[in-house]
Every structure is written in C-alpha cells, then in structure tokens.
C-alpha cells in the first residue's frame, strides 16, 4: 500500500463509522461515502446475507487500494436479541392495568397471552420487575413467575404486534452473548478479513471470553453497552475489550431516557481513561433517515458527543437504508469540523479526568503531546507495532494528528477510529537507525501534506524497533526540503 494523497486527509480529530446496506451498497456510493468523510464502514449482521457483506468488504478493500489509505470494517453481530411470537391476529391492543402472560407455549398470542421463544428470560425474573417491549412503547410489570412463565401487568402501551423485541432491564440473562447465528457470521466476517467484531449485549466481562477465543486475534473486539448490567460492570467490561460502543438504542429503552446523556459522559471518560477507543452510536442523525436534514436537537446530540471526547461517531440507518447517505456523512462531517474549531472544545479536552498513567510508554506518549503544544509541531508520529504507541497518543487528544506508522495492515486498518489517527502501512523492517526513522517520518509527513519544509513534528516510538510495548522515544524533527523520489515509502 502506498502513502496517501493528500487530497484524502481529515481535518477533524474525531472518526466517522457509517454503517453499510441497500441504501448504500454499491461500489460507487461507498466512495462518495468515504470521500465526504468516512473512515470506518460498519456491516449489520442483523440484516442483510452474507453474500452482500461480502460484496461490500470486496468494494472497501478495492477503494483502500485506490486511495493508499486504511480503512477500517466493523462486523457487528446481532447478539441475543429477544423477541416474542406471533399474535393469531397479527396483533392486539392493549390497557394499562390488564392481566398479561408471557409463556412458552408455541400457539399464536391473544389478548392474554403471548409466547416467548426464550426459557433463559422465565430463569431470570422476580416479581415487581418490569419488562419492556416493541423499543419501549409497551411496559410490563411482573406479578409472578415461574420457569416457563410470567404473569404480568400492562404499565403502559396500547398495542403490540408480533414478533416485538423484548428487553429484560434487570434480569443477568445466563446464556452466552453469542448465539449459533453469531457464530456462523463471525467465521464468515473473520474469513472475509474485517478488523472489528462488534458483540451485542455484553453484560459482564465474562461474555466477552468465548468471543476472544473463537476470534484467535484475528480481529479486535468492539463490546456495544446496551444493557444495564453492562453498566454496573462498566470496568470490568473496558478493561477486556479493545473498544467500546455508546450504543443508545437499547440502553435508552432499558434505562429511563434522562439517565442516558450521563450515562453517555461516564462511558467516554472511562474509555478514554482506559486508553481504549469509544464511540457514539444509534440516533444521531435519525431524522435524515427521510429528510435531507436533520434537527436542530439531532445536530447539538452529534455535538455533544464530540464535546464530551468520543474517539468516534456512528451514523445507522441514515447511511444503510436512508434517502439521503451522502448528505448525512456530510452533515456529521461539518458538525464535528464546526465543534472542535469552537474556543470551549479544547478546554474540555484538557481538563477530563486523566487518572491512569502507570508506565513509562504512558509518560512519553503524554509528554509527546505537551511538548507537540509548546514547539508547535504540526504533528505527532508514532511508530507501532500493535499500536499501543497510537492510541496512547489518541487517549491524550492532541490538537494536531497523529500519524500512526506501522508494518502491520491490520493494525494500520484497526487504528483508523481512534481519535485523530491517520494510519499508514509502512515498511518498518527498513528502518536501521534513528537516523532512518526520523528521516522516513518527516517525508511521509511531507508527501501526506501533513508537513511544510521548515516545519516540525514529535516523533513516539520503541527501541529496539519491533519489539511491542515500548514507547520508550520521543524526538522532535525539522521537515527539510525533500528530494526526489520517496524511497521505501
């Protein structure tokens, strides 16, 4: 892969993931995506066949080639996603206040009762619980339970029709978070070479490990935080992933809508606390799903995660099936371009919460970014080998890029959604002496457009080169005039 033009470069720290399908499949359509400002493609494996993933990572690499930059594809599986059978009708109304079973009887639902293909959820219950059904619009409150059923009440909703998704806020569900479905689509998705698996539904960190084993290294893991449980082992869950995701859709149906936006807050420090990328996700832009622009609330939401430090955002629907795709990454493009240039932003990048700075790597990755400040280098260069280095550089959100510089595409493709990394494949098995490195570094920092001649750059990196875990330099290097040719590039 050769160096980037620079014609292909962003000028926002914060990456932008947008999620692939009809509305969005062809060839021609992902590159206008990516040029108005995608960096990471999302694949839903809730929908779509395998054959259209397949056609589209076949599209993402072809287009990765032709523009000599990274770029990153996220499998997100669909998880153990709840669902109750069908009704003899189709549907039925509802009354708040009425008696209401949920059973696992396989014959068509009435007004009474419903079945629920799920023996896990009756193991889980307790009387006085609620259960929330179709996104919210249906809540039920358990009055008793049993194994194979639930007798329940009719809080609120007026109607409910088959095949509704069903969401159990306070129940530790015991199965795994991957279901036979999962396992089939991640050995498709690992075959077809994506760079993250997304596991929905992690509730503990434990969830994480079949996951991990199965996956064998050859993917990093994205756990998306959607339940409760997932917030009360929030740590615990960080800690074992390698990057997680706000994922607003069922958190907000299982918590009460106005703990979210702190929710949201805690999450981001967390991560970023961690070292660890998060992204934003679910709703965003949803209004631009039919309209060519979003509102004015849709606009200040996608802000507010920028402001509160997300590595990445993530539009949904409004790419897959949307009318408007284009416009909508173009939308998200100029809000984050408009929010990072505003006075407060790098205020309240510098006074989160940073706790966690143990190591030495740690301190050099840190202190990169103070002396990048006080010289005014105009970027960061990190050398990686499993990209700690980058994304040590990136938890410190920096007010310049960071060009992150390693050997491994897959690496080069994983860093792509941290904050304000630009990612390269380069030949590191070239390098002899620092001599070379800082050499090779101010001439892709030049030909990416990165650089002018006189300008300065803070270069991270391990020595002895190679060896993973020691971000143990930290140099700063003048961009001279560069000479013909850019050998080794």
Not at 4 to 19: D, E, H, L, P, V
Not at 20 to 30: D, Y
Not at 194 to 220: H, K, M, Q, T, Y
């Amino acid at each position: 892969m050769k160096s980037s033009a620079a014609n292909f470069r962003r000028y926002r720290q914060t990456r932008i993931i947008a999620t692939l399908g009809p509305a969005s499949a062809t060839p021609a359509t992902i590159r206008r995506l990516f040029e108005e400002g995608v960096d990471v493609f999302r694949l839903n494996f809730g929908h779509g066949s395998h054959r259209e993933h397949g056609a589209h990572v076949a599209a993402i690499r072809a287009l990765e080639m032709e523009v000599g930059r990274p770029i990153g594809i996220i499998a997100d599986l669909q998880g153990p996603k709840l669902r109750l059978g069908a009704f003899a009708g189709g549907a039925i109304a509802l009354t708040p206040g009425q008696s209401f079973r949920l059973d696992l009887s396989s014959d068509p639902g009435d007004i009474r009762r419903v079945g629920v293909p799920h023996p896990e959820v009756f193991k889980g219950l307790t009387p006085g619980s609620d259960l929330v059904l179709d996104n919210g619009r249906v809540r039920l409150r358990i009055v008793a339970c049993s194994a194979e059923h639930a007798d329940t009440v009719v809080v609120s909703g007026t109607s409910l029709s088959d095949r509704r998704c069903l969401n159990v806020p306070d129940a530790m569900l015991a199965p795994s978070s991957l279901t036979a479905k999962d396992r089939t689509d991640l050995t498709f998705a690992l075959d077809l070479g994506v760079d993250w698996i997304a596991l929905s539904f992690v509730r503990r960190a434990a969830d994480l490990l079949e996951a991990r084993r199965l996956i064998a290294g050859r993917a990093a893991i994205l756990s998306k935080l959607e339940t409760l449980q997932a917030i009360e082992h929030l740590d615990q869950i960080i800690g074992q992933s390698d990057c997680v995701m706000v994922a607003r859709g069922d958190l907000g149906v299982e918590i009460p809508p106005e703990d979210v936006p702190g929710l949201q807050k805690r999450i981001i420090a967390a991560a970023r606390n961690a070292g660890k990328p998060v992204i934003v996700a679910t709703q965003m832009l949803g209004s631009m799903i039919a309209a060519a622009a979003p509102t004015r609330a849709e606009a200040n939401d996608v802000a507010t995660a920028i402001f509160d430090g997300a590595d990445a955002v993530m539009l949904s629907a409004e790419t897959a099936v949307g009318a408007h795709p284009i416009a909508a990454v173009a939308m998200m493009d100029r809000i984050a371009c408009r929010v990072e240039q505003d006075p407060s932003y790098r205020t309240l990048m510098d006074i989160q919460p940073q706790n966690d700075r143990s190591t030495a790597s740690d301190a050099i990755s840190a202190a990169a970014i103070q002396v990048a400040r006080t010289i005014k280098a105009v970027a960061i260069v990190t050398y990686t080998t499993t990209g700690s280095t980058t994304l040590r550089a990136a938890r410190e959100r920096p007010e310049v890029p960071v060009l992150s510089l390693t050997s491994s595409l897959a690496v080069a493709r994983r860093a792509t959604l941290a904050y304000g990394v630009h990612s390269l494949r380069v030949e590191t098995n070239l390098i002899e002496n620092l001599s070379t490195l800082v050499y090779r570094a101010t001439r892709i920092a030049h030909d990416d457009g990165f650089a002018s001649e006189g300008q300065r750059l803070v270069i991270t990196a391990g020595v002895p080169f190679g060896l993973p875990g020691t971000t143990n330099l930290l140099r700063i290097a003048w961009v001279e005039r560069p000479t013909t040719g850019s050998e080794g590039v």
